[in-house]
């Protein structure tokens, strides 16, 4: 079987990274998320900061300025010409083409389920979750109080939906934009991760 | 391992018809259509008034037996046909509850996921495809000429995408509201139905 491409897209609080991290560890693959931002930052001249501080959070003031500037922001650390407000989605996009050129892995987030779209072997997967399981992962790994997580998860797929629809055109979280949604509050992280690797079987 | 009840929201031309009389055949359980909902629902006569008065009439085993049948009872001859939205909408429910209350069932269409989405055992599924492949199905199976095969999936999605935000205040097609969602030009119908039937085990 030909290693596959998993791309893992989730609601915020949702599992979704545990689970690909689970998928990524039984079939022996890389698995890709923040590491992706690192490089990024070094192939396309950002500062680790910037990327890391913008990734998801690229307002719309910030890219319309970029718009009609055309120049680096005086924040942007390093100095490649940034001519548009694409820019950073291309370089992603780049690497996340580069990564998948390598062969089998698993990558959360970064729209990677829309950047390759077309490259066989991949597998592109969704994952929601209902309110109070959210707001007890939240609280439970990330450490946000409880009466702060819903309103922290708003704001997170918000931003998600955001960045998702402008750089992709599609809607975020729309089941027919992704090969395979499933609910981890209905099958529990264990149980998505074993439907993920029996869809993956299946390509 | 309890039977389960599996409803199914499908894209026009995307299989998902198929993919629940294959799952209902292969778990032995009963496959109950929108069509057979909606005569159920009109030939019945079930107007608010009718169902509030004669609830305690419509026995479950009943309903059971028209379902089946598709032909209408006696004891129903005298109800009006429903032209009411809002009162069609009531009555669909009614069949769909009474149908599942009778034991594992698959359902497909009429918003059945939403109206037994508090029902335990219940697993409810959104198939999509590939606009080239829907149009080869409608082409094929509904003999849907393929200039008018485009047109024809978007006027019916459209129609069911409005029906659904109308009477159930969620977002048709919108992942998190259903457990699992597929696309059948990845897996084809067969593939879709085993995944839907391993996600049916671990209920």
Redesign the interface.
Known sequence: MIQPIITISR?FGSGGRQIGEQVAKTLGLPFYDSTLIDIVAQKSGYSLEFVAENDQRITKSMLFQFAISGSVPPWLNGGKDITNRDTLFTAQSKVIRELASQGGCVIVGRCANYVLRDIPGH?SV?I?GKLNDKVKRCTAEYGIHPDAAEAEMIERDRNRANYYSRFTGEVW????N??????SS??GIE?VA??VL??AQ??
Do not use: H
């Open positions: 609601e597998l969704f929601s979280g729309e089941a027919k992704y090969d395979l949604a499933l609910n209905k099958f149980g074993q439907i029996m869809a299946k390509l």
